[in-house]
C-alpha cells in the first residue's frame, strides 16, 4: 500500500454518491509531504520518458503539476476554465469538458504560443473519474501536433468510465490510487 | 535588481489599459526556476517567523503558495471562488471579493476545518493590484482568529491602490517586485 493510499484510509471521507473527500491533504487544504510522495511515484512510472511540459487544469491539479514540473526542470503549463462560448479565438487552443459532478460544461483553454509539435507532454491531475478533463488536455495536446507523453492521476475512481475511456485511446495511464468501490461507505482498492 | 524583475524586463509584455502579461512564466506556462526563485525571496523575508499554514486563492497563486509550503514544512491552503450568494454555509468562512479586471465579485470561502485561532498564516498570490483578494484572504484569517503572520506579493502594481490599503490595515507586506509605471509600454520598478 502506497503513502497516499494510506492517507486515504486515514483521513478520506467518503459521503453518499460515491463522493471521497480528501480535501484535509490534496484539494482544499494540500499537505507539501503527500504532494513530495504523488511526486515520487510519478518519476517512478514516467521519469524516464522525454517530458517536455507538464499540464494540468486549475485548480486542484496546479499543486501536484509544478512540483513535478520542478523535478523534471520543464515548464508546467494550467488550462483555464471559461464559459463555453461560440466566438473562436484564434490564439489559443480549446476543448469542450463536461463535469458531471457540478453539472456543467467548460471551455478549457491553453495559449497557442506555449505547446507546439516539437512537445511531449505529460497530463497531471488530482481526480480520474468519467475522463472528460483528462481527455480534454489530451485533445487540446494533440490540437498543438504535440505528443500525449501519458496521464498521471492521483486518486482514480476505477468504478467510473475515465480509466476505459483513456485507455481505448491508446493513451498511457498511471494512477497512484485505483479505487474499486466506495460502497458503504467503505473505500477499496483495486488489487494489484 | 532580482531574479522576478529581470525576467520581467525580458518576458513581460505591456498591453493597454496598465496590463502586464507575464503568462509565459508566472500565471499560466509557470517556470519552476522562477518559482523557486520566487520561494527563496519569500523564505529571506519572512523565514524567521512562525508560520501555521499558508493561505492563498485559486488558481495562479497555487504554486508559489504550495512550494513554500514545502519548503515551510506546513500545509497550504487555498481559498475557491464561487458565486455571491445569500444562503450562508455554517461551515466555511467566506469574503466577498470584487475583481477590477475581470468586473465581477465572487465569494472566496475556506472551510472551517483548517483554520483556527492557533494559527499563523502567510498570505501568498502571484499580482497585488487593488489588494481585494489580499484583504479577502485576510478576512478570512481573522474571522478565524487566526493571526496574519503577513501577505507575500510576487509582482505588485504600486500604482494601484492595494499596497496602501494593505498597510492602512496593519499588516506586513512583502512584495518581490514594485511596478511603479507601466506607461508608453515601458516597465519602470520602484527605487529601493
Redesign the interface.
Known sequence: MNYLEKRILEDGIVKPGNVLKV???LN??????V??EVVNEFLNYFGDRKITKVITI??SG??PA??L??KL??????A?KTEPSTLKNENRYESEVHSYTKGVTSNVI??K??LDETDSVLIIDDFLANGQAALGLADIVQQSGAEVAGIGICIEKSFQKGHELIKEAGLDLFSICRIKSLEDGEVQFMEE
Open positions: 480535501d484535509s491533504f482544499h487544504q494540500i499537505d507539501p509531504m504532494m513530495e486549475e485548480a496546479i499543486a509544478i512540483m514540473a520542478a526542470k520543464v515548464p508546467m503549463l494550467f483555464k491553453i495559449s504560443e506555449y
